[in-house]
């Protein structure tokens, strides 16, 4: 990337939506989702977006991480047009510079904790050694290097986020996505989940985003964007302290 273009992008939104629409069909019937919707996120905030089931949420991630396309409107990503960007551009954007952590975890029944994580750093393109050292520094990170020969079925729910947490660090990206990452667990790991996010963003300056309607989490982000009728209805900064500074247990 040229220099100049990079010293103009130095201010510019790790993310920006302007005015966006999706509508899906099904049958004759056209569902509206996101009807010119606009946001902007700062590097190293979590921002929190809630709405009810079905306004789009997941829809948004998936445009805003490049892999669902717009009907109108543009997003850019960390200085990238993703409109403009084809297949294998977009493939290798989300393989770079995003990571992903949903309500079910998403993890091979087969694999350890240490595998899970390992995995996508090979497909990255990274050396062994290195795979290897930064999926240990990602789950000493969410606190589980004690459990990392673990499979799945030998761990708890929010053990398993937070290998799933650790698999997306572990890319070091920019950009994290979480779509509900907290829904299938109690209130203990449900918090824990999201101190560790917001712990994400402020020491690794990533731009976190993540999907909840679960009130108590609020208070954790740095930021709440309410969505409705397929756009950001109101944009807030919770006054409470952000984070409780909570140890992770080890
Ligand atoms: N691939 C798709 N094809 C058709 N309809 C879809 C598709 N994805 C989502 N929808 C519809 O779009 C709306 C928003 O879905 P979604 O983004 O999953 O909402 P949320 O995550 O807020 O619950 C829903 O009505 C859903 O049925
Ligand atoms: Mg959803």
């Known amino acids: 990337m040229p220099t100049a273009t990079a010293a103009a992008q130095i ?9 966006i629409s999706k509508a899906f069909m099904s049958g004759d019937q056209r569902t509206q989702v996101l009807d010119g919707l606009t946001l902007s996120l700062d590097a190293g905030e979590l921002t929190l977006i809630s709405g009810p089931s079905g306004c789009g949420k997941s829809t948004l991630l998936a445009i805003l991480s490049g892999l669902q396309k717009v009907d109108s409107g543009r997003v850019q990503a960390l200085g990238s047009e993703l409109g403009q960007l084809d297949l294998r551009a977009l493939e290798r954007f989300r393989l770079q510079h995003t990571g992903f952590v949903f309500q079910g975890f998403n993890l091979f029944p087969a694999l350890s904790a240490f595998e ?12 062994r050694n290195e795979a290897r050292r930064r999926a240990q520094q990602s789950l000493e990170e969410v606190g589980l290097a ?10 708890s729910g929010g053990e398993k986020q937070r290998v799933a ?10 950009l994290l996505f979480a779509d509900e990452p907290t829904s299938a667990l109690d209130a203990a790991n449900g918090q824990m989940i999201i101190d560790i996010l917001h712990r994400i963003a402020r020491t690794h300056g990533t731009t976190v985003l993540c999907v909840s309607h679960d009130p108590r989490l609020v208070v954790h982000a740095d930021r709440v964007l309410a969505m409705e009728d397929g756009r950001i209805l109101s944009d807030r900064r919770p006054a409470a302290p952000a984070a409780s500074d909570q140890e992770i247990p080890s």
């Not at 947490?165 to 572990?170: E, F, G, S, V």
């Open 11 to 19: 201010h510019a939104p790790a993310l920006l939506a302007e005015g």
């Open 116 to 127: 899970q994580v390992e995995l996508p750093l090979n497909h990255m393109g990274l050396s």
């Open 146 to 155: 004690h459990r990392m020969r673990l499979r799945p079925s030998e761990l």
């Open 165 to 174: 947490i650790a698999r997306a660090l572990a890319k070091e990206p920019e």
